[in-house]
């Protein structure tokens, strides 16, 4: 059994969080640029941006900017197969707020110390990445072969691609850690359960996220040989938010704005998730998953929404180990900005 998730219960972190946002707006000193009138944010897919989607469906951040003063702002909403094609446009100026996995958020966070400073704002969830295959010759890690192929959306810097290198490095040793990036191939998820469950081509596995995981193992013959949760002993955050310490400065107003819509967005999911489930449907075109189906997975105890980040420090140091990660965070705290400190991370 997983250990239980989540020690510090929702409402005291939103509180704390809300609390704090009240100091975003310390960073009034005069800046060479205008504040921004105009928000460029970024998700993948998957039901980890859940809290992305609710905060552009209900309009959250437009509400929180007029709320605080800041007037009318237009807000540009993309979507991205994996994270490093957000994490180029962040770094040439056109994106703002990038929402992703673990993976893809350390590499800029390693890559920017000295340039645009880029950290995390607020975790968005932690959830369960499982790896499923249709081989019926594969019972672990240790039985692919040179004939198999596991999509990966993000090969060799994503969430999955790393706890992939974790699980071979406690298998192999540390030396190791590559020893199956050669089988990976960059997928973005949608595209990888299709050519999982048609058997039609070399993809015979899938380091897949909810809610593709559990469609594939709707389809007879696929199966589940390994857990994320389990490689890195927990539950650990699955999805966060990351933006550049110059937007920060510059859009106090905006940036307390994304981080009170994102308190809002997880409350209401945790509140009325078949609502939730509901704007899922409605954004994904009402593809994959039925309303139902949604709603028993946001049931599940093992999927969390919730702005604290948990085992992000354990991942950073294991890629700096193995020397994919330059700088080594001291706590998770390095990692973040400093308006969700107070929460109970890890």
């Known amino acids: 059994m997983r ?3 989540f020690p510090r219960s929702l409402f005291s972190a939103l509180a704390l969080v809300l609390a704090s946002l009240a100091s975003v707006a310390a960073f009034t000193a005069p800046c060479a640029l205008a504040a921004a009138r105009e928000l460029r944010i970024a998700r993948q897919y998957g039901i980890g941006y859940l809290p992305i989607m609710v905060m552009e469906h ?11 003063g800041a007037g009318d702002v237009t807000i540009t909403w993309r979507t991205f197969g994996d994270g490093s094609f957000a994490n180029d446009a962040m770094i040439a100026g056109d994106l703002d707020i990038a929402a992703g996995g673990l993976g893809s958020f350390l590499t800029l966070w390693d890559r920017t110390r000295e340039t645009l400073h880029v950290d995390g704002i607020a975790a968005l969830d ?6 499923n295959t249709r081989n019926s010759a594969v019972r672990d890690i240790g039985d692919f072969t040179a004939a198999d192929r596991i999509a990966i959306a993000g090969v060799k ?8 290198q974790r699980a071979a490095a406690l298998r192999w040793g540390d030396a190791s850690f590559a020893r ?8 973005p998820h949608p595209v990888a359960l299709q050519a999982l469950v048609s058997g039609s081509g ?3 596995a899938h380091f897949a996220s909810p809610p593709f995981q559990y ?10 040989i390994l857990d994320s949760y389990e490689v890195w002993g927990g539950p650990q955050t699955f999805v966060l938010a990351w933006t550049t310490e110059p937007f920060r400065e510059r859009n106090p107003k905006l940036y307390a704005a994304f981080l009170a819509a994102l308190a809002d967005a997880t409350a209401i999911i945790r509140r009325d998730p078949r609502r939730a489930a509901a704007i899922y449907r409605e954004m994904a075109g009402g593809k994959g998953m039925t309303e139902d189906d949604l709603v028993r997975m946001l049931d599940d105890p093992q999927i969390r929404f919730t702005l604290t980040p948990q085992r992000v ?7 700096a180990r193995i020397g994919t990660l330059r700088h080594v965070p001291r706590s998770w705290k390095d990692l973040f900005f400093p308006e969700i400190h107070g929460l109970d991370g890890s």
């Open 3 to 5: 250990p239980a998730a």
């Open 58 to 68: 209900d309009r959250l951040i437009e509400k929180h900017a007029h709320a605080a």
């Open 126 to 131: 932690s959830m369960p990445m499982l790896l």
């Open 157 to 164: 810097i994503s969430s999955q691609a790393v706890t992939l």
């Open 180 to 187: 199956l990036d050669h089988l990976t191939v960059n997928m």
């Open 202 to 204: 070399d993809v015979t």
């Open 215 to 224: 469609e594939e193992l709707a389809r007879r013959g696929i199966r589940t």
């Open 313 to 319: 420090a354990p991942f950073a140091a294991f890629r």
